[in-house]
T-cell receptor, first 113, second 112 residues
Framework: GQQLNQSPQSMFIQEGEDVSMNCTSS?????WLWYKQDPGEGPVLLIA?????ELTSNGRLTAQFGITRKDSFLNISASIPSDVGIYFC?????????????FGKGTHLIIQP | DAGITQSPRHKVTETGTPVTLRCHQT?????MYWYRQDPGHGLRLIHY???????DKGEVSDGYSVSRSKTEDFLLTLESATSSQTSVYFC???????????FGQGTRLTVV
């Protein structure tokens, strides 16, 4: 099936720093979604992107749908302790299909005191 | 929060026993999915449903079966549980094909 390459795998940052992570695919995607997962919980949708070049913000989070439709970026500005968690990208490729989204393997965000 | 409830939230079972996990939604969404989440593998699709009694296999369907007799319920059955099926299982729903997926809180299954 489709694969998404998400990087970095983990990030160790200081509180207040900005964070960037990205996902790339080998094929064109029609949808890019970004999720956050806290320990013991299910993933929660942060941002949804539906158009190439689209830039969308949700508070301190900003995500972009790449022009080539094969990548997406998530930025977090001025990180705070509650940003700790696992961030997943997900997308629906242009082939469609009812089998839903393809997920990246996640970026573990760890904030050092 | 999307109305998705998974039950049970935690279960320990013995190898060889059948196990059924339940996903219940109150959103009347057409599409429902079962994923498993394991370290190093992320979320992997087990089975999905695109309507009542309409289901299909995902990436890791061996050893699992599903049923959907009502819009709101999607059941995942491990026919004969094995230790390799120890995992966290998530149900997800979407209202449109390829649209935003909303997840349940997960079921942590341990097979001993």
């Amino acid at each position: 099936g489709q694969q998404l390459n998400q990087s970095p795998q983990s990030m160790f940052i200081q509180e207040g720093e900005d964070v960037s992570m990205n996902c790339t695919s080998s094929s064109i995607f029609n949808t890019w979604l970004w999720y956050k997962q806290d320990p013991g919980e299910g993933p929660v949708l942060l941002i949804a992107l539906y158009k190439a070049g689209e830039l969308t913000s949700n508070g301190r989070l900003t995500a972009q749908f790449g022009i080539t439709r094969k990548d997406s970026f998530l930025n977090i500005s001025a990180s705070i302790p509650s940003d700790v968690g696992i961030y997943f990208c997900a997308g629906q490729d242009s082939g469609g299909g009812a089998d839903g989204l393809t997920f990246g393997k996640g970026t573990h965000l760890i904030i050092q005191p | 929060d999307a109305g998705i409830t998974q039950s049970p939230r935690h279960k320990v079972t013995e190898t060889g026993t059948p196990v059924t996990l339940r996903c219940h939604q109150t959103e009347n969404h057409r599409y429902m999915y079962w994923y498993r989440q394991d370290p190093g593998h992320g979320l992997r699709l087990i089975h999905y449903s695109y309507g009542v009694k309409d289901t299909d296999k995902g990436e890791v369907s061996d050893g699992y079966s599903v049923s959907r007799s009502k819009t709101e319920d999607f059941l995942l059955t491990l026919e004969s549980a094995t230790s390799s099926q120890t995992s966290v299982y998530f149900c997800a729903i979407t209202g449109t094909q390829g649209g935003e997926a909303f997840f349940g809180q997960g079921t942590r299954l341990t097979v001993v």
